[in-house]
């Protein structure tokens, strides 16, 4: 069958991430022929194949608990529900007893909102997962093998985590599909679709066992936080459709990157005009001397050069990936907006306006004297332990300060020291100095002023 099929997993609230991820694949133009899923991607799936995406969106960006949960929102928050009930002996519990909150106002929603006739008549087939306490095994249906007329009670059922109260169908007890199967590849396979784009929102990952060594996986998923199962926040929803949609365009190379979202060069003779840094450059602003042990030298120089081949994008020419690299680490050292495609010119400028910001704030100003007194001052009691703890807590503020003393070439035995101490706490800040450092350079160059002088 051509076309992708698109799996979306459960996961309650991080459901908004599904969104996301379909918006993209729109503006791609990738064909879809089928979605199935388990739970939130259930409901989520059936929206989308009625063609509703608009709508479905706009209700993840409204919700509220009083439209999904029969409590009220304030109740919700003042008398903890979520932790009262989403814990293991309250799920065990409610599984024996056949107990839980009510999803009355969930179901009157999709009540009102699923068309059941559009999803029979759309060119998009559609699957779900429910699990059957009755019968102790699962049921998996595409739209064909669901009963007219019982597919808003499937899709609840599909839904129906055991702190909520189990659904009814045809006298038999149903409870959410996850329990069999979260991420639903195999029912998807089962229709003989060979390409499938999966999205995982449920934190576990889907071992490779699960499905069939032929098939064409494209896995689509979040390393970073995109809220709690039962965290019911437009706020958060929004920032979930967001992340979603770059993912996805991360996922089929549209952009690059490992943490930011980085569009690649257009042409393959761009390359990026940073010019080059030597082995001998490095070596020294890892504090390493021709006085340094040999073990050390070899230690510390490994765990430089794993941490930039982390991030590396082996898909781009050596010197571009490199530079986005340590772009990407030294972006994230001065908390530089995540969330947002970037080219490497929109990230070099962002870092440089950053570095700008740090380096005529107060608290750098403090902040310099502080490290300044503790560097100068070796002897000071507990030297070590307050060193370590400014190359933590601090590393914005000391990338800065690192730069000011590479464009003045210090080169004593106390600044070895402290690089050498950071390559090993925070080998990132290192890469980050290297990188700024050149940066700055280069702004220099093509001005023809010292601007980092007129910083100092």
């Given at each position: 069958?051509?076309?992708?099929?698109?799996?979306?997993?459960g996961?309650?609230?991080?459901?908004?991430?599904?969104?996301?991820?379909?918006?993209?694949?729109?503006?791609?133009?990738?064909?879809?022929?089928?979605i199935?899923?388990?739970?939130?991607?259930?409901?989520?799936?059936?929206?989308?194949?009625?063609?509703?995406?608009?709508?479905?969106?706009?209700?993840?960006?409204?919700?509220?608990?009083?439209?999904?949960?029969?409590?009220?929102?304030?109740?919700?928050?003042?008398?903890?529900?979520?932790?009262k009930?989403?814990?293991?002996f309250?799920?065990?519990?409610?599984?024996?007893?056949?107990?839980?909150?009510?999803?009355?106002?969930?179901?009157?929603?999709?009540?009102?909102?699923?068309?059941?006739?559009?999803?029979?008549?759309?060119?998009?087939?559609?699957?779900?997962?429910?699990?059957?306490?009755?019968?102790?095994?699962?049921?998996?249906?595409?739209?064909?093998?669901?009963?007219?007329?019982?597919?808003?009670?499937?899709?609840?059922?599909?839904?129906?985590?055991?702190?909520?109260?189990?659904?009814?169908?045809?006298?038999?007890?149903?409870?959410?599909?996850?329990?069999?199967?979260?991420?639903?590849i195999?029912l998807?396979?089962?229709?003989?679709?060979?390409?499938?784009?999966?999205?995982?929102?449920?934190?576990?990952?889907?071992?490779?066992?699960?499905?069939?060594?032929?098939?064409?996986?494209?896995?689509?998923?979040?390393?970073?936080?995109?809220?709690?199962?039962?965290?019911?926040?437009?706020?958060?929803?929004?920032?979930?459709?967001?992340?979603?949609?770059?993912?996805?365009?991360?996922?089929?190379?549209?952009?690059?990157?490992?943490?930011?979202?980085?569009?690649?060069?257009?042409?393959?003779?761009?390359?990026?005009?940073?010019?080059t840094?030597?082995?001998?450059?490095?070596?020294?602003?890892?504090?390493?001397?021709?006085?340094?042990?040999?073990?050390?030298?070899?230690?510390?120089?490994?765990?430089?050069?794993?941490?930039?081949d982390?991030?590396?994008?082996?898909?781009?020419?050596t010197?571009?990936?490199?530079?986005?690299?340590?772009?990407?680490?030294?972006?994230?050292i001065?908390?530089?907006?995540?969330?947002?495609?970037?080219?490497?010119?929109?990230?070099?400028?962002?870092?440089?306006?950053?570095?700008?910001?740090?380096?005529?704030?107060?608290?750098?100003?403090?902040?310099?004297?502080?490290?300044?007194?503790?560097?100068?001052?070796?002897?000071i009691?507990?030297?070590?332990?307050?060193?370590?703890?400014?190359?933590?807590?601090?590393p914005?503020?000391?990338l800065?300060?690192?730069?000011?003393?590479?464009?003045?070439?210090?080169?004593?035995?106390?600044?070895?020291?402290?690089?050498?101490?950071?390559?090993?706490?925070?080998?990132?800040?290192?890469?980050?100095?290297?990188?700024?450092?050149?940066?700055?350079?280069?702004?220099d160059?093509?001005?023809?002023?010292?601007?980092?002088?007129?910083?100092i």
């Open positions: 069958m051509k076309g992708y099929g698109l799996v979306l997993s996961g309650g609230a991080k459901g908004s991430y599904e969104i996301g991820v379909w918006k993209a694949i729109k503006d791609m133009d990738i064909p879809i022929v089928a199935t899923g388990t739970s939130i991607g259930a409901l989520n799936g059936a929206m989308l194949v009625q063609g509703d995406d608009d709508l479905c969106e706009l209700a993840w960006t409204n919700f509220s608990v009083e439209e999904i949960i029969d409590v009220n929102n304030q109740v919700w928050e003042e008398e903890k529900i979520y932790e009930n989403f814990n293991i309250t799920i065990i519990k409610n599984l024996i007893t056949n107990e839980g909150l009510e999803l009355t106002p969930l179901i009157k929603s999709l009540e009102q909102y699923i068309d059941e006739e559009k999803i029979r008549a759309s060119p998009i087939d559609f699957g779900l997962v429910t699990y059957s306490l009755t019968d102790f095994e699962p049921f998996q249906a595409f739209k064909d093998e669901i009963p007219n007329g019982q597919l808003v009670d499937f899709l609840i059922a599909s839904a129906c985590f055991p702190v909520f109260k189990p659904v009814e169908i045809d006298n038999k007890k149903f409870i959410d599909g996850g329990f069999h199967d979260n991420v639903p195999s998807m396979a089962a229709r003989g679709i060979k390409d499938i784009i999966v999205v995982d929102i449920s934190g576990f990952g889907v071992p490779k066992s699960r499905y069939d060594k032929d098939l064409n996986i494209i896995k689509i998923s979040n390393n970073k936080d995109i809220g709690k199962t039962l965290d019911i926040s437009p706020e958060q929803a929004k920032m979930n459709i967001e992340l979603g949609y770059l993912d996805a365009l991360k996922q089929f190379d549209i952009v690059k990157g490992k943490k930011y979202y980085i569009v690649p060069n257009i042409f393959d003779n761009e390359e990026p005009d940073i010019g840094i030597t082995r001998g450059e490095i070596r020294k602003n890892l504090g390493i001397t021709k006085d340094t042990p040999k073990a050390i030298k070899k230690f510390i120089t490994r765990k430089f050069f794993r941490n930039i982390s991030f590396i994008d082996l898909d781009l020419s010197n571009t990936a490199i530079c986005n690299s340590m772009a990407e680490i030294t972006a994230e001065l908390k530089i907006n995540e969330k947002q495609i970037y080219t490497l010119k929109d990230l070099n400028r962002k870092i440089l306006d950053r570095f700008s910001e740090i380096s005529h704030c107060k608290d750098y100003i403090d902040y310099v004297e502080n490290i300044e007194e503790l560097i100068e001052n070796k002897d009691k507990g030297h070590l332990i307050r060193l370590t703890k400014e190359i933590k807590n601090n914005d503020f000391l800065t300060y690192f730069c000011f003393h590479n464009y003045n070439n210090k080169d004593d035995k106390k600044w070895n020291e402290i690089k050498r101490i950071t390559t090993v706490i925070n080998p990132n800040l290192i890469i980050a100095s290297i990188y700024l450092s050149m940066l700055l350079n280069l702004e160059t093509k001005s023809n002023n010292i601007s980092l002088a007129k910083t």
